[in-house]
Protein backbone atom coordinates (compact mmCIF):
# COMPACT_ATOMS: atom_id res chain seq x y z
CA UNK A 1 0.00 0.00 0.00
CA UNK A 2 1.69 3.03 -1.66
CA UNK A 3 1.08 5.82 1.14
CA UNK A 4 2.91 8.60 -1.26
CA UNK A 5 2.99 7.85 -4.64
CA UNK A 6 4.72 10.25 -7.82
CA UNK A 7 4.35 10.32 -11.36
CA UNK A 8 6.71 9.53 -13.49
CA UNK A 9 9.75 8.26 -11.55
CA UNK A 10 12.34 9.74 -14.38
CA UNK A 11 11.34 12.51 -16.57
CA UNK A 12 14.05 13.38 -19.43
CA UNK A 13 12.92 16.61 -21.55
CA UNK A 14 14.33 19.07 -23.71
CA UNK A 15 14.87 22.69 -23.10
CA UNK A 16 11.63 24.73 -23.46
CA UNK A 17 9.31 21.84 -22.80
CA UNK A 18 6.63 21.91 -20.16
CA UNK A 19 5.74 18.72 -18.19
CA UNK A 20 3.80 17.96 -15.06
CA UNK A 21 4.80 15.57 -12.13
CA UNK A 22 1.92 14.33 -10.38
CA UNK A 23 1.52 13.17 -6.65
CA UNK A 24 -1.22 11.61 -4.51
CA UNK A 25 -1.28 10.51 -1.01
CA UNK A 26 -3.55 7.85 0.57
CA UNK A 27 -2.85 9.09 4.28
CA UNK A 28 -6.15 11.22 4.62
CA UNK A 29 -3.50 13.96 5.53
CA UNK A 30 -4.32 17.67 4.96
CA UNK A 31 -1.03 18.73 4.27
CA UNK A 32 1.05 18.60 1.14
CA UNK A 33 4.42 19.59 -0.07
CA UNK A 34 6.97 19.85 -2.79
CA UNK A 35 10.64 19.58 -2.64
CA UNK A 36 13.36 19.99 -4.49
CA UNK A 37 16.58 18.15 -3.91
CA UNK A 38 19.63 19.64 -5.90
CA UNK A 39 22.67 17.33 -7.01
CA UNK A 40 24.58 18.39 -3.87
CA UNK A 41 21.70 16.65 -1.89
CA UNK A 42 20.33 19.56 -0.78
CA UNK A 43 16.11 19.21 0.10
CA UNK A 44 14.75 22.75 0.24
CA UNK A 45 10.79 23.50 0.22
CA UNK A 46 9.12 24.75 -2.99
CA UNK A 47 5.54 24.75 -2.24
CA UNK A 48 2.99 23.52 0.39
CA UNK A 49 -1.15 23.39 0.47
CA UNK A 50 -3.15 22.74 3.07
CA UNK A 51 -6.51 21.33 2.32
CA UNK A 52 -6.24 22.81 -1.48
CA UNK A 53 -4.76 26.33 -0.36
CA UNK A 54 -1.36 27.83 -0.67
CA UNK A 55 0.06 28.03 2.65
CA UNK A 56 3.82 27.97 1.58
CA UNK A 57 4.86 29.59 -1.51
CA UNK A 58 9.35 30.31 -1.26
CA UNK A 59 10.70 32.03 -4.06
CA UNK A 60 10.85 29.91 -7.00
CA UNK A 61 10.61 30.84 -10.71
CA UNK A 62 6.68 31.27 -11.88
CA UNK A 63 7.56 28.70 -14.59
CA UNK A 64 6.35 26.51 -11.60
CA UNK A 65 2.81 26.14 -10.65
CA UNK A 66 1.66 23.79 -8.33
CA UNK A 67 -2.12 22.54 -8.53
CA UNK A 68 -4.30 20.97 -5.70
CA UNK A 69 -7.39 19.68 -7.24
CA UNK A 70 -7.90 17.68 -3.63
CA UNK A 71 -6.64 17.62 -0.71
CA UNK A 72 -4.83 13.60 -1.78
CA UNK A 73 -3.48 15.70 -4.84
CA UNK A 74 -0.50 17.98 -5.33
CA UNK A 75 0.82 18.79 -9.07
CA UNK A 76 3.72 20.01 -10.02
CA UNK A 77 3.81 22.00 -13.60
CA UNK A 78 6.51 23.34 -15.23
CA UNK A 79 6.82 25.48 -17.74
CA UNK A 80 9.78 26.44 -20.19
CA UNK A 81 12.11 23.61 -18.98
CA UNK A 82 15.93 25.38 -18.07
CA UNK A 83 19.20 23.13 -17.64
CA UNK A 84 19.23 24.16 -13.95
CA UNK A 85 15.99 22.37 -13.30
CA UNK A 86 16.91 19.08 -13.39
CA UNK A 87 16.90 17.46 -9.93
CA UNK A 88 15.04 15.44 -7.50
CA UNK A 89 11.28 16.58 -7.22
CA UNK A 90 9.61 14.93 -3.55
CA UNK A 91 6.42 15.24 -3.02
CA UNK A 92 5.59 14.84 0.61
CA UNK A 93 2.15 14.89 3.34
CA UNK A 94 1.89 15.72 6.77
CA UNK A 95 -1.26 15.55 9.20
CA UNK A 96 -1.45 18.91 9.09
CA UNK A 97 1.05 21.99 9.24
CA UNK A 98 3.92 22.59 11.51
CA UNK A 99 5.93 20.21 13.63
CA UNK A 100 4.09 16.92 11.95
CA UNK A 101 6.08 14.17 10.63
CA UNK A 102 6.36 14.03 6.99
CA UNK A 103 5.84 11.45 4.60
CA UNK A 104 7.49 11.90 1.34
CA UNK A 105 6.94 10.05 -2.14
CA UNK A 106 9.58 8.14 -4.09
CA UNK A 107 10.55 11.37 -5.96
CA UNK A 108 10.70 12.32 -9.31
CA UNK A 109 14.64 12.61 -11.05
CA UNK A 110 13.56 15.11 -13.40
CA UNK A 111 16.48 15.69 -16.23
CA UNK A 112 16.44 18.20 -18.70
CA UNK A 113 18.86 18.16 -21.67
CA UNK B 1 17.04 33.53 7.90
CA UNK B 2 18.05 29.35 9.79
CA UNK B 3 21.51 28.10 9.23
CA UNK B 4 21.89 24.69 9.73
CA UNK B 5 25.45 23.06 9.68
CA UNK B 6 25.99 19.20 9.94
CA UNK B 7 29.24 17.21 8.74
CA UNK B 8 29.51 16.36 5.19
CA UNK B 9 30.46 12.56 5.71
CA UNK B 10 31.11 10.64 8.63
CA UNK B 11 32.68 6.85 8.60
CA UNK B 12 32.22 4.30 11.25
CA UNK B 13 32.50 0.38 11.62
CA UNK B 14 29.91 -1.99 11.77
CA UNK B 15 29.18 -2.62 15.67
CA UNK B 16 30.30 1.23 16.33
CA UNK B 17 28.29 4.05 17.59
CA UNK B 18 28.33 6.86 15.58
CA UNK B 19 27.12 10.66 16.49
CA UNK B 20 26.07 13.29 14.09
CA UNK B 21 25.76 16.58 15.23
CA UNK B 22 23.74 19.33 14.09
CA UNK B 23 23.92 23.14 14.96
CA UNK B 24 21.12 25.39 14.02
CA UNK B 25 20.46 29.28 14.08
CA UNK B 26 17.17 30.27 13.97
CA UNK B 27 14.31 32.84 15.90
CA UNK B 28 10.80 31.01 16.47
CA UNK B 29 12.10 27.73 16.86
CA UNK B 30 9.59 25.14 17.08
CA UNK B 31 11.16 21.55 16.97
CA UNK B 32 13.91 19.96 15.16
CA UNK B 33 13.56 16.84 12.74
CA UNK B 34 15.86 13.79 11.89
CA UNK B 35 15.07 12.09 8.83
CA UNK B 36 17.54 9.59 7.19
CA UNK B 37 18.03 8.95 2.98
CA UNK B 38 19.41 6.17 1.32
CA UNK B 39 21.03 6.91 -2.01
CA UNK B 40 18.24 6.98 -4.18
CA UNK B 41 15.05 6.86 -1.94
CA UNK B 42 13.31 8.96 0.08
CA UNK B 43 13.72 10.59 3.25
CA UNK B 44 12.17 8.67 6.19
CA UNK B 45 11.02 10.66 9.53
CA UNK B 46 13.48 9.09 12.46
CA UNK B 47 12.84 11.18 15.50
CA UNK B 48 11.79 14.75 16.42
CA UNK B 49 12.78 16.85 19.84
CA UNK B 50 10.89 19.91 20.66
CA UNK B 51 11.96 20.33 24.12
CA UNK B 52 15.48 19.86 25.80
CA UNK B 53 16.75 16.37 26.51
CA UNK B 54 17.03 12.74 24.96
CA UNK B 55 14.66 10.81 23.05
CA UNK B 56 15.83 7.02 22.60
CA UNK B 57 13.81 5.00 20.00
CA UNK B 58 15.96 1.66 19.64
CA UNK B 59 19.49 2.18 17.96
CA UNK B 60 18.69 5.59 17.59
CA UNK B 61 18.45 8.54 19.79
CA UNK B 62 18.40 12.18 19.58
CA UNK B 63 19.55 15.10 21.99
CA UNK B 64 18.29 18.51 21.99
CA UNK B 65 19.96 21.57 23.49
CA UNK B 66 17.75 25.07 22.78
CA UNK B 67 19.78 27.20 24.14
CA UNK B 68 23.07 25.84 22.26
CA UNK B 69 21.30 25.64 19.36
CA UNK B 70 22.10 22.26 19.24
CA UNK B 71 21.06 18.55 18.40
CA UNK B 72 22.59 15.47 17.93
CA UNK B 73 21.85 11.97 16.08
CA UNK B 74 23.31 8.86 17.97
CA UNK B 75 22.83 6.01 16.05
CA UNK B 76 24.20 2.30 18.24
CA UNK B 77 25.24 -0.63 17.22
CA UNK B 78 25.90 -0.52 13.39
CA UNK B 79 24.28 -2.21 10.25
CA UNK B 80 25.84 -1.74 6.87
CA UNK B 81 22.08 -0.98 6.22
CA UNK B 82 22.64 2.31 8.62
CA UNK B 83 24.67 3.32 5.42
CA UNK B 84 22.52 6.83 4.29
CA UNK B 85 22.34 10.53 4.76
CA UNK B 86 21.34 11.97 7.60
CA UNK B 87 19.52 15.13 7.20
CA UNK B 88 18.81 17.76 10.66
CA UNK B 89 15.72 19.82 9.80
CA UNK B 90 14.18 22.73 11.96
CA UNK B 91 10.67 24.51 12.09
CA UNK B 92 9.86 27.43 13.39
CA UNK B 93 6.71 28.58 14.78
CA UNK B 94 6.13 30.96 12.14
CA UNK B 95 5.11 29.58 8.45
CA UNK B 96 5.57 26.19 9.11
CA UNK B 97 8.19 25.68 6.82
CA UNK B 98 10.98 22.65 7.70
CA UNK B 99 13.77 24.07 6.45
CA UNK B 100 17.02 20.82 6.39
CA UNK B 101 20.84 20.91 6.91
CA UNK B 102 23.13 19.29 3.65
CA UNK B 103 22.67 16.11 5.85
CA UNK B 104 25.45 14.07 6.51
CA UNK B 105 26.46 10.92 5.01
CA UNK B 106 27.49 8.12 7.07
CA UNK B 107 29.44 4.99 5.36
CA UNK B 108 29.50 1.97 7.18
CA UNK B 109 32.44 -0.19 6.78
CA UNK B 110 32.94 -4.08 7.80
Known amino acids: DTAVSQTPKYLVTQMGNDKSIKCEQN?????MYWYKQDSKKFLKIMFS???????INETVPNRFSPKSPDKAHLNLHINSLELGDSAVYFC????????????FGPGTRLTVT | GQNIDQPTEMTATEGAIVQINCTYQTSGFNGLFWYQQHAGEAPTFLSY????GLEEKGRFSSFLSRSKGYSYLLLKELQMKDSASYLCAVIKAAGNKLTFGGGTRVLVKP
Open chain 2, 49 to 52: NVLD
Open chain 1, 27 to 31: LGHDT
Open chain 1, 92 to 103: ASSQAPGAYEQY
Open chain 1, 49 to 55: YNNKELI
